[in-house]
């Protein structure tokens, strides 16, 4: 994958769960073995050759992840560099990528007016970059990058409510009676005798019928009660929050937004260094998925969230 400085573009794909292993090189140009001063000339594009284990992440999700770092817009440029040399592109071995690429990229074209201008040719020649070129920005940390790889957590992951459903009526009753309970009747759990109350595994937590993500592990503390205590959303668009006045007082009430399923209840007695917010959540309303299964499930673009450390 070519995308603009290949030092931004390995130090961001080294970062994606699934990528086994990156390299810096020049691809596609009309000379062998160019050097770096000549790649300008030679018509080499600075790219990156990525090894993936498609157990972990699939090729749509490092499209995905690409896409995000990259403006297919820009004609032999990205951030402050600008030349042939540094024009985005996709270079594939295996012929049966083709068809996978070009439907990706026919997708991410509905998201702009401008015409992605992309490559994607099959690979023509990869030369390996000089070794200095090699991790440059994990053993020059203050190096330059048109990345901003410390920004791109802070992006407010995408959740499409129409990719998740309410399962009918005749799969509800297959379902556990205690989540029928809790998610449809408005049940509570016994605190301490729940399943996730505390899981301390990296991943997931997703609407337990639904299947709309909810929750992740990075944004889940110990909060004492016995139940699944989060400081966040995954955003906040995934959930309702309603008043509720039973049991003789009055507290905030966390339904989903899709499945308007009852999760649990939340408070403002969470850690201050961290928003101040403690979402309640019964088990039985969630579903977890670990880390190395999000991909399989369909969650791959959330793995990067799920990872974060905790500020």
Request: charged share 25%; proline share 5%; net charge negative.
């Amino acid at each position: 994958m070519a995308g603009g400085c290949f030092w931004g573009i390995e130090a961001y794909m080294d970062r994606v769960y699934g990528i086994a292993e990156t390299t810096a090189g020049y691809a596609n140009g009309t000379t062998e073995n160019p050097k770096y001063e000549e790649i300008g000339q030679s018509g080499h594009a600075e790219t990156v050759h990525i090894r993936y284990d498609p157990e972990r992440i699939s090729l749509e999700g490092i499209l995905s992840h690409y896409f995000q770092v990259i403006d297919p817009t820009q004609l032999n440029r990205q951030g402050n560099d600008s030349g042939t040399q540094y024009r985005t592109g996709i270079y594939y071995t295996n012929e049966q990528d083709r068809a996978v690429i070009e439907q990706f990229v026919a997708k991410e074209q509905e998201k702009y007016d401008k015409i992605i201008v992309t490559e994607v040719q099959s690979l023509q020649g990869f030369y390996l970059a000089e070794s200095y070129h090699q991790d440059y920005l994990e053993k020059n940390p203050g190096g330059y990058c048109h990345i901003q790889l410390d920004s791109i957590l802070d992006r407010a992951p995408e959740i499409n409510p129409d990719l998740y459903s309410q399962p009918d009526e005749s799969l509800l009753a297959l379902q556990d009676p205690l989540v029928i309970e809790v998610t449809r009747y408005r049940g509570t759990e016994p605190a301490f005798q729940n399943e996730y109350w505390d899981t301390k595994d990296v991943g997931l937590y997703v609407d337990a019928l639904t299947g709309e993500p909810l929750f992740l592990s990075s944004n889940k503390f110990e909060s004492g009660t016995g139940w699944p205590s989060f400081t966040q959303p995954v955003v906040p668009e995934v959930v309702r929050e309603v008043e509720d006045r039973s049991q003789g007082m009055v507290r905030t009430e966390v339904r989903s937004r899709v499945g308007d399923n009852h999760l649990g209840h939340v408070f403002a007695d969470g850690p201050a260094d961290r928003g101040g917010m403690r979402y309640c959540i019964n088990s039985a309303a969630l579903r977890f998925i670990p880390v190395e299964e999000m991909d399989r499930e369909g969650y791959g673009h959330l793995i990067l969230f799920a990872l974060q450390q905790v500020k």
